[in-house]
């Protein structure tokens, strides 16, 4: 099992940056890709960022792609959000998912692992 805790999120204006962490415990000697996902009240989950367990190839959606980047500290277990440029329509929860699967997983199904959320609040 993997065990995911994230901190990092709270209130900001609009243009600004936060970073989120995600550390992550647990059977973490296998190969492990890890995503960022966000909901906001009323809506779906939806996929944010994702980096794979063995090349670290990144992947974004749309919505974020220039302003927000994934990474990753592999002696410290943890994976990290940077968000730049923050947008009122970014507000919603956040949450770090990872599983030990190839490749980067783009879907909420494709993850059996999760943190319990971070609350991000974009002020206009």
């Known amino acids: 099992q993997l065990q995911l805790v994230e901190s990092g999120g709270g209130l900001v204006q609009a243009g600004g940056s936060l970073i989120l962490s995600c550390v992550v415990s647990?059977?973490?000697?296998?190969?492990?890709?890890s995503g960022w996902f966000r909901q906001a009240p009323g809506k779906e989950r939806e996929f944010v960022a994702t980096?794979?367990?063995?090349?670290?190839?990144?992947y974004y959606a749309d919505s974020v792609k220039g302003r927000f980047t994934i990474s990753r500290d592999n002696a410290k277990n943890t994976v990290y959000l940077q968000m730049n440029s923050l947008k009122p329509e970014d507000t919603a929860v956040y949450y770090c998912?990872?599983?030990?699967?190839?490749?980067?997983?783009?879907?909420?199904?494709?993850?059996?692992?999760w943190g319990q959320g971070t609350q991000v609040t974009v002020s206009s």
């Open positions: 998912a990872a599983d030990w699967v190839l490749g980067t997983p783009l879907t909420p199904q494709q993850y059996h692992h």
């Open positions: 647990g059977r973490t000697g296998r190969c492990i890709a």
């Open positions: 980096i794979s367990c063995n090349t670290d190839t990144t």
